[in-house]
């Protein structure tokens, strides 16, 4: 009977350490997972952004070289 416990303690050890060894390993996909989305949204804003400036940029050069020409033209 002392073997049955001692070999049940021991099957319970190696349990805690194997969940223990698998909660750490979601926890750090879950980081990886979590910055990798972050990163994503950062660089997709800083992309949107870039691109209404761009086209803000030239369409307001546009009108503004209309403009320029109408006023000219008169």
């Avoid at 980081?31 to 030239?58: D, F, N, P, Q």
């Amino acid at each position: 009977m002392a073997f049955v416990l001692i070999y049940n303690s021991i099957l319970q050890v190696l349990a805690a350490f194997v969940i223990f060894l698998l909660g750490y390993l979601a926890f750090f996909v879950l980081l990886i997972a979590t910055l990798l989305i972050a990163t994503g949204l950062y660089e997709g804003v800083k992309w949107i952004r870039a691109y209404t400036m761009s086209s803000s940029s030239t369409v307001s050069s546009i009108l503004y070289f209309s403009r320029l020409l109408a006023a000219f033209g008169k």
